[in-house]
């Protein structure tokens, strides 16, 4: 079984950055790829990005393209999502989930294992 613990949220003013990192631990190797989305209140869960664990290869939601970043560092098997020019819009609980596929893909059912999340608002 796998361990998954968000980290990094907090307050923070519009134009602002945070880095959110995902760690993971336990039974991780059968899992691909390592995926993040996030939930403001009285929204749905809405995904926001993903990444590869073996190439790098990510995806963004048109949203914050341009503006976060995902990386990995599989030495700690630890994935990050830095977040800049950040806009009121994106206040919510960010979450990190595995997925089992060898692929990249925006839809929850896709992915198993969730993390309990991290809050993250930005003030105007």
């Known amino acids: 079984q796998v361990q998954l613990v968000e980290s990094g949220g907090g307050l923070v003013e519009a134009g602002g950055s945070l880095r959110l990192s995902c760690a993971a631990s336990?039974?991780?190797?059968?899992?691909?790829?390592v995926g993040w989305f996030r939930q403001a209140p009285e929204k749905e869960r809405e995904f926001v990005a993903a990444?590869?664990?073996?190439?790098?290869?990510?995806m963004y939601a048109d949203s914050v393209k341009g503006r976060f970043t995902i990386s990995r560092d599989n030495t700690r098997n630890t994935v990050y999502l830095e977040m800049n020019s950040l806009k009121p819009e994106d206040t919510a609980v960010y979450y990190c989930a595995v997925s089992t596929l060898n692929g990249l893909y925006s839809t929850r059912p896709f992915y198993g294992f969730w993390g309990q999340g991290t809050q993250v608002i930005v003030s105007s």
């Open positions: 336990g039974r991780i190797f059968s899992y691909y790829a």
């Open positions: 990444i590869k664990w073996n190439d790098g290869n990510s």
